[in-house]
Structures are given as C-alpha cells and as structure tokens.
C-alpha cells in the first residue's frame, strides 16, 4: 500500500511536470522497494496513471535510461587498472538542479535522493555485478567520474603512498630537480635527460616504483632534507612517496624494496616500504623532528685537546642564525632561533675533528660551524678562535617518523 499522503504529494507533482518513475520514486524513499523505478511504478499504479518515458521526463530529460550505457563505458575505462575497490562521482548540469529544486518545492526534501547519488549508485551496482568489485565510499582505489553534460565518462586512480626511510651514500638531492635550461623538458644542456642532476633519492626510488606500477609521476615528501653533499646514514630519514595516477595497486612492497636498492647500489638504500596515507603524508612534513649529525671539521690552524673543551660551552646554547649566504638567492633573509642540544667531539690530530651535534630541527650545521662571516652566533669558529669549515657532513639520526623493522 502507498501512503494516502504520498498520492496526494504525488498527484500534486505529477499535476504540474512528465515525471519518469525513476525520478517519481526518488521523490518518496518512504515507499518500499528494490529501487526507485520500481517505487515509481507502485505511486503511479495507485494513482492509476500511465507511464512518462524517461526521455520526456522534465526532471532527469532522460538521464536514467544511459545508466547501462555509462557503466559500460566505465568498465572499458577499468579494465586497464588493478584494483580491488571503487567509487563513482557524477557532475550534474546546473539546469537539471534547478529543476531538482522545483521537485523539492512540491513534494519536500524529506526521504528523497538526489540525481547525483541516484547515478552514482545504479552505475556503480552494474560495475560492481560486471567486474567483481567493492564499491568504497572513503577511500577507493579508482574513481569513475560521470560527466553528465559531456556526456562522457573518466577513471581516475588515486595515488599510492607508502612510508620508508631511506640511507643516502652518494651526493645527490633528495628530490627531483629539473634542468633549469630547459624545465625537464630536455634539451641540448641536459643531454635532453630533463634533469639538472642525473641522480637523486627520488629518481631512484621513482624509477623502480613507475615501472612497477604503471604511474604516471611520484611525489616525494620527506622529514626534511639533507644538503646534496652530505650523506645520510643511522635509521635512515623518515619519508612517504607518492605514486600519481598508478595503474598497477597490489603487490610485494618488500619486493620493490629489494629492486629499489639493487638500482641504487652504494648511492641509495630504502629500509622499508610500508602502505602509508595522505595524512601521514601531513604529519611528516609538519613534524619537527630534532636530527644528530656528524661533522669532519677542519679548521685554520691545528687545534689542541684543551682548546676542544671549550665546545662544551656550546651544549644548550641557543644559536641565532640568519639565513646562509648560500641560500640567500632562494630563501627570504630572517632570524632564526635553535638549540644545540648534544655536543661531542674527538680529536683527529692536526687541524681537524669531528664534532657529533644534536640539535633543533632547522639548525645550519655548516654556518654553526663556520659562523657564516657573523651571520650566525655562537659558532665553533667563535668559540675556538679560529676560522673552520665542515669538511664531511653526515645526518646520523632523524628522531621521529615510524621505525623500520630491524633498525
């Protein structure tokens, strides 16, 4: 039975406008059945009316009888992936919501579905039927996108992330750097490679990942960075790499791993790859993780055992640092506050030493050491009398990010 004040709502709407019964059942959710077209025909039933073809329909314009044809086009679009779930969104011409709310205004918006959630359900059920997969409303691996006033239909497969901390032996940046002649497009100054630096973390890690995934791009995000000459060696820096566009989703990560640090033999060495997400992609990049590292320091003249105890002065030192002369070029000039927080050291004879810091995250190791000609006090240039330089830099530990097993 159909509630009397469902016909009468009913009645009213279909007075004014040729509804179809799919729109017709999606207008009253209250009446019981296996989907809205089979609620429509029951109202107009009762109502002991004939049925509106959907193509003179005044709501949809017949919207819902292409439902099979858009699934079909996205199930071509699919085949291309490997995926285990799904989700479908729908673009809606704005005419065809304002028609909605004309609906609404007769029959109210109490137990009704939208046109939007109408396509993206029945599409979704004949993919889900056809193809075998589970339709996920949070987090799908693929999209299909209904684009009704295009009349076309895309797939579009969300990124992958997977965590990892990584080892860098060799002198590279950490990311992607393009050629600056060109943009990465290449060109005759790049040897038409694109890249200012034939290597880097990331192009090893991309390379691998890509070829393995069918992707399209990566996106590195890292607990900060490295300067390219300095290695970085402990439990490796925390880091989530993104995989645009992947074709291929599910696999051994280990696997990867392995071919990862086959590639990068003696430059580059990733200690785990772990499924990750976009919030921890967030976490990473405003964390603050305090860092430890060690520096060969070599200074102007040979410095005596006494005269290294004076860098004791220097733990739980605040250090003012304005921005290096390095990097003026590209980083606006500011003052910046951080705290040594360990210090040690051990004599190598002669001019030189090797100096283990932990500090503050943001603290310029080589302008702490050098004074960065007054831009940063207290230094150990300072504190020994003497101009000196970092040699060899190594990051030893990032203290933050999940650890890998076995590290």
């Known amino acids: 039975m159909v509630p009397e004040d469902v ?20 207008a009253f959710l209250e009446v019981d059945g296996r989907d809205n077209r089979e609620r429509g025909e029951k109202i107009r039933e009762a109502l002991g009316l004939g049925e509106t073809p959907p193509e003179k329909c005044y709501f949809c314009r017949g919207l ?12 071509k679009g699919l085949r291309g992936y490997v995926f285990r779930t799904f989700r479908v969104g729908t673009h809606v011409p704005k005419d065809l919501i304002a028609r909605e709310e004309l609906m609404w205004e007769v029959v109210g918006v109490k137990n009704t579905e939208t046109i939007k959630k109408h396509v993206n359900r029945e599409v979704g059920k004949r993919i889900k039927r056809a193809m075998g997969k589970e339709y996920d409303a949070e987090s799908p691996d693929v999209e299909v996108l209904v684009d009704v006033e295009k009349d076309d239909v895309r797939v579009r497969s969300n990124p992958i992330y997977l965590y990892g901390r990584y080892r860098k032996y060799a002198e ?19 040897e038409y490679t694109g890249r200012q630096w034939r290597e880097s973390v990331e192009y090893y890690l991309s390379d691998v990942l890509l070829g393995v995934t069918g992707g399209r791009d990566t996106k590195l995000h890292a607990a900060g960075r490295e300067d390219i000459d300095a290695r970085m060696l402990g439990t490796g820096r ?18 990867v791993r392995k071919e990862i640090n086959a590639y990068g033999e003696g430059k580059v060495e990733v200690l785990c790859l772990l499924p990750s997400d976009r919030k921890e992609v967030q976490e990473l990049k405003s964390a603050e993780y305090k860092k430890t590292y060690r520096a060969v320091v070599e200074c102007g003249r040979e410095i005596t055992g006494a005269e290294l105890e004076r860098l004791g002065s220097l733990k739980g030192a605040v250090v003012y640092q304005r921005t290096p002369e390095r990097i003026r070029h590209r980083r606006g000039d500011a003052l910046r506050k951080r705290k040594v927080l360990e210090i040690r050291w051990e004599p190598l004879g002669g001019r030189r030493f ?12 080589k302008e702490f050491v050098s004074g960065d000609n007054g831009r940063t006090k207290p230094s150990v240039s300072e504190v020994l009398g003497t101009p000196c330089k970092v040699a060899r830099l190594d990051v030893m530990e990032v203290h933050g990010g999940r650890r890998c097993s076995g590290t």
Not at 172 to 190: D, E, F, H, L
Not at 244 to 249: A, H, K, L, Q, S
Not at 354 to 365: E, F, M, R
């Open 7 to 26: 016909l009468d709502r009913a009645r009213n709407l279909l007075q004014r406008y040729r509804v179809c019964d799919h729109c017709l059942g999606r």
């Open 64 to 75: 819902f009888s292409k439902i099979g044809e858009y699934a079909e086009k996205a199930e």
């Open 172 to 190: 590279m940046p950490q990311s992607k750097w393009p050629c600056r002649y060109c943009g990465g497009r290449g060109c005759g100054k790049c």
């Open 238 to 255: 925390p880091f989530v790499i993104e995989i645009v566009e992947p074709r291929i989703r599910y696999g051994s990560w280990e696997w």
């Open 354 to 365: 090797v100096l283990y810091i932990t500090a503050d995250p943001g603290l310029y190791i």
